[in-house]
């Protein structure tokens, strides 16, 4: 994340990605386990693995009333240009090292300050939950964004089955720590395993949701399979990719790129154009696709959702 700035991504790095040459090799390896996750699996209604253009379609998902009418980035770059440091540090190398993670059997564990601590399956966390697509932008730290359609559940609900106690003040959530899965994590670039947090009213806003797909379709591996944050007015860092734990918590949990460099990467991370990013301003983005870079909007132009949460914050001490 903080090897390149946006202005040294070459406009073919970024353009020339609908034109992959192996694009029909990639469709036709995305992972087995993915297959067998929508074969066994009890998501509502999973309309099979023939359609050839890349992971098996999900069912019975609503449209959600949080959906934003934006022009959605096209499968291929979501898919081909990727934040996933267990795997690479490239933003190609995910879509190729992670072809072959497992991800199921897939155990995620609820813990911490909660009523209802459990160990689920991931099909048997997943079913009670109305998957919705949520067309949301993601805008990461280095200034690009991308409009994705994500299929997923608003986390309020899970709160409301798990039950925290008075005492939880902060969510935490940990990505699995498997380095021979995940060659990154061989390799000290970050702590391991990837961990992120929420203050608990940011993880129960409505606009939070857990990520099971995009575009109709489950998780591709490299977009954080089988299961991901996605907390839009945030930067994209926050949003953590495959999720095996969920720990409520009195104190603020640490971060992983929090810890990494304090200086540039705060805990809340909400999107702010006001606030520069010690190395780079954070005023204008560049839309994947796009030529010009466009204004950055304050908390990702969702502000009037969220301002709310952070009223009487100096949002420069709470980046
Ligand atoms: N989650 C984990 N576990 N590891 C990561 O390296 N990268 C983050 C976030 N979640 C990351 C992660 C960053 S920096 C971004 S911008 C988004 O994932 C990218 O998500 P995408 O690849 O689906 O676009």
């Not at 300050?113 to 280095?142: G, M, S």
Request: hydrophobic share 35%; aromatic share 12%.
């Amino acid at each position: 994340m903080i090897i390149k700035r946006p202005d040294s991504i070459k406009a073919s790095e970024i353009t020339d990605e609908t034109n992959y040459q192996n694009r029909r090799e990639f469709l036709s390896t995305v992972s087995r386990s993915t297959l067998a996750l929508a074969a066994g699996a009890s998501f509502p209604v999973l309309l099979g693995s023939r359609r050839t253009d890349a992971a098996p379609a999900l069912g019975n998902i609503q449209k959600s009333r949080y959906a934003l009418d934006e022009e959605k980035t096209p499968i291929e770059d979501i898919t081909r240009y990727n934040n996933f440091y267990e795997f690479s540090t490239d933003k190609e190398g995910p879509a190729l090292l992670a072809r072959k993670f497992k991800t199921d059997p897939w155990t995620l564990r609820i813990e911490g300050e909660v009523n209802k601590p459990a160990t689920y399956q991931l099909e048997d966390f997943i079913k009670p939950y109305t998957l919705e697509e949520r067309v949301y932008r993601l805008r990461c730290v280095e200034a690009w964004s991308m409009v994705i359609p994500w299929v997923g559940f608003a986390f309020a609900d899970v709160l409301k089955k798990v039950e925290p106690t008075s005492r939880a003040k902060f969510v935490e959530f940990t990505t699995l720590y498997d380095p021979r899965q995940m060659p990154g994590q061989q390799r000290r670039v970050l702590e391991w395993p990837y961990v992120e947090g929420l203050r608990i009213d940011e993880a129960a806003h409505p606009l939070t949701i857990l990520a099971v797909g995009l575009y109709g379709k489950l998780l591709p591996n490299q977009n954080g399979a089988p299961l991901r944050l996605v907390v839009p007015w945030k930067y994209g860092f926050k949003n953590i990719k495959s999720i095996v734990r969920i720990r409520f918590t009195e104190k603020q949990p640490g971060t992983t790129w929090n810890i990494a460099g304090p200086q540039e990467y705060g805990f809340y991370a909400n999107v702010n154009p006001t606030v520069d990013h010690p190395r780079w301003s954070q005023a204008r983005e560049r839309r994947i696709g796009d030529f010009f870079k466009r204004e950055t909007l304050m908390f990702n132009g969702y502000a009037d959702e969220v301002a709310g949460l952070y009223s009487g914050m100096d949002l420069r001490k709470y980046y």
